[in-house]
């Protein structure tokens, strides 16, 4: 059984910073990409940034150049700092990785989802 759990939502005032971190548990062979998704209310579920295991990174337009992805392999983390907040970034983050229990058995999994809010 493979787990994520994600940790360090919360309510900052815009123009300010959080971390959101997730770690992976369980029976796990290997960790293929990682990332996280976000959703605001009444809108659908997207991806705000995803890396590999071999550190390269895609971001959504609306973060770059103020969220950055990494991970640690050797403790199956991966993080999501986020600076200069804005009303917009307010949505519940959740963490996903793409995750092999043997050599052939793979499927992607989720988080619980953390709750940031940012006020204007």
């Known amino acids: 059984q493979v787990q994520l759990v994600g940790s360090g939502g919360g309510l900052v005032q815009a123009g300010g910073s959080l971390r959101l971190s997730c770690a992976a548990s369980g029976i796990i062979f290997r960790i293929n990409v990682m990332g996280w998704y976000r959703q605001a209310p009444g809108k659908q579920r997207e991806l705000v940034a995803a890396i590999t295991s071999d550190g390269s990174t895609n971001y959504a337009d609306s973060v770059k150049g103020r969220f950055t992805i990494s991970r640690d392999n050797a403790k199956n983390t991966v993080n999501l700092q986020m600076n200069s907040l804005k009303p917009e970034d307010t949505a519940v983050y959740y963490c996903?990785?793409?995750?092999?229990?043997?050599?052939?058995?793979?499927?992607?999994?989720w988080g619980q989802g953390t709750q940031v809010t940012v006020s204007s």
């Open positions: 996903n990785a793409d995750i092999n229990t043997t050599d052939w058995a793979l499927r992607r999994y």
